[in-house]
């Protein structure tokens, strides 16, 4: 669970750290000033993908399904940070799995001070149910979903950031 006192690292432009910090959730970027954020994609050999449903608690898509992410806190990499992000969220360790880094992409919210840098990575392995141990102040439960039922959640409009990363889940 992340701590209230959480630290992010400011980014500039270019995504490189300014050496600035700011605390988690205190939206105060300036125009040019990112935080870091990942996501990452979780797949079966089997072709489907793992996707969790958001708690209801959250003041944000509460309920909607997506992949495990969050935020790089200060001093952390984007990839350490996606690898901590799956564990916490789905108890999958996938350090040792196929794939990786895909790509980035940059969301600028003017006058919100919330600015920030998405690194996407898909990890390939296999895994049971079982295996699937949910953060439950985060998570509300998870399903293995094929491409169409994703598309199908996302055309409904309940799949966050699912234009973002769609490519993600071509295989």
Known sequence: MA???E???IYDENKQRTGRTMKRNDWCLKEGEYHLTVL???AARDGRFLITKRVMTKSWAPGWWEVSGGAAVAGEDSKDAVLREIKEETGLDVS???GGYLFSY???NPGE???YFVDVYRFIGDFEETDIKLQEEETAG???ASLEEINALANEGIFLHYNSIKEA???
């Open 3 to 5: 701590e209230k006192n």
């Open 7 to 9: 630290f992010w690292d």
């Open 40 to 42: 990452g994609v979780v």
């Open 96 to 98: 040792g799995w196929e």
């Open 106 to 108: 940059k969301r600028e």
């Open 113 to 115: 001070g919330d600015n």
């Open 142 to 144: 998870f399903r293995f």
């Open 169 to 171: 889940f071509e295989l």
